[in-house]
């Protein structure tokens, strides 16, 4: 990072340019890691474009000189958070899948009730009314949907300070790192290693596929996205949500 505050000018002084070549690399691999789930490439350039903007706006953020590691993380949260918002507006998660999602929070909650634990994904589909295939489908329809929500509470527990914060939002955010753990633990080890590879190792789908001798990039994504379903529906049942804030 420069030495010095960051004038709030256009882009044209020289640096705010060295500062968003400084944070470039980072807003693009952010923008690759989400591309990575995406049936398509059309909003590539978007997010980058978005990224950019937003670290522009942030340019001058208090942590930026004072703690620049925490900056970088802040930073990161806010453009992953820019993106994911603009993949929403352009491309909503179709009726039907958000409808099915429903149900099959409904059907895990109700298995979780009755079983004291989280469902089997025959135990999932049985309550749901579906078949395993379908299920598994399922999780790999809502691909762009779910994985980014949860990955600021899944790392290591450091949690970037903001004085935009409420007075209660470290305490929440403390809890849903607590539950969320508990839900981790209790997945199976085919959807906890996928979901370690994939966001604290931070590997493609691709190369979580290869690690983990599977037959490709869906079957990574299926295994990611159930874990995260299991997640979702731990918090729920304790009325928390990682996207809340």
């Known amino acids: 990072m420069a030495a010095r505050p960051l004038t709030k000018t256009g882009t044209n002084d020289p640096e705010?340019?060295?500062?968003l070549r400084e944070v470039h690399p980072m807003i693009l691999h952010i923008a690759h890691r989400i591309q990575d789930r995406l049936p398509h490439h059309q909003h590539f350039d978007d997010m980058v474009q978005i990224g950019l903007q937003t670290a522009w706006l942030h340019?001058?953020?208090?942590?930026?000189?004072?703690?620049?590691?925490?900056?970088?993380?802040?930073?990161?949260?806010?453009?992953?958070?820019?993106?994911?918002?603009?993949?929403?507006?352009?491309?909503?998660?179709?009726?039907?899948?958000r409808a099915k999602s429903r149900q099959l929070e409904a059907a895990a909650a109700a298995c979780r009730a009755k079983l004291?634990?989280?469902?089997t994904d025959q135990e999932l589909a049985v309550e749901a009314g579906m078949t395993v295939d379908a299920v598994h489908?399922?999780?790999?329809?809502?691909?762009?949907?779910?994985?980014?929500?949860?990955?600021?509470?899944?790392?290591?527990?450091?949690?970037?300070?903001?004085?935009?914060?409420?007075?209660?939002?470290?305490?929440?955010?403390s809890e849903i790192q607590?539950?969320?753990?508990?839900?981790?633990?209790q997945l199976p080890a085919n959807e906890k290693t996928a979901l370690s590879l994939y966001i604290l190792?931070?590997?493609?789908?691709?190369?979580?596929?290869?690690?983990?001798?599977l037959s490709g990039k869906s079957s990574a994504l299926r295994l990611v996205n159930a874990a995260i379903f299991s997640c979702r529906t731990?918090?729920?049942?304790?009325?928390?949500?990682?996207n809340s804030f």
């Open 137 to 173: 489908q399922h999780f790999t329809d809502v691909g762009c949907a779910a994985p980014d929500y949860l990955e600021d509470y899944i790392q290591s527990g450091e949690q970037v300070p903001d004085h935009q914060s409420f007075p209660d939002t470290g305490a929440i955010r």
């Open 116 to 119: 004291m634990r989280p469902p």
């Open 16 to 19: 705010v340019a060295q500062y």
């Open 59 to 97: 340019r001058d953020h208090h942590l930026r000189l004072s703690r620049p590691e925490e900056f970088t993380r802040w930073l990161t949260v806010r453009a992953k958070g820019a993106m994911l918002d603009l993949l929403r507006d352009e491309d909503p998660l179709p009726r039907r899948l």
């Open 234 to 242: 731990h918090l729920a049942a304790r009325h928390l949500s990682a």
């Open 201 to 213: 190792e931070e590997l493609t789908l691709e190369e979580v596929s290869q690690v983990m001798g």
């Open 178 to 185: 607590e539950v969320l753990s508990t839900a981790i633990h």
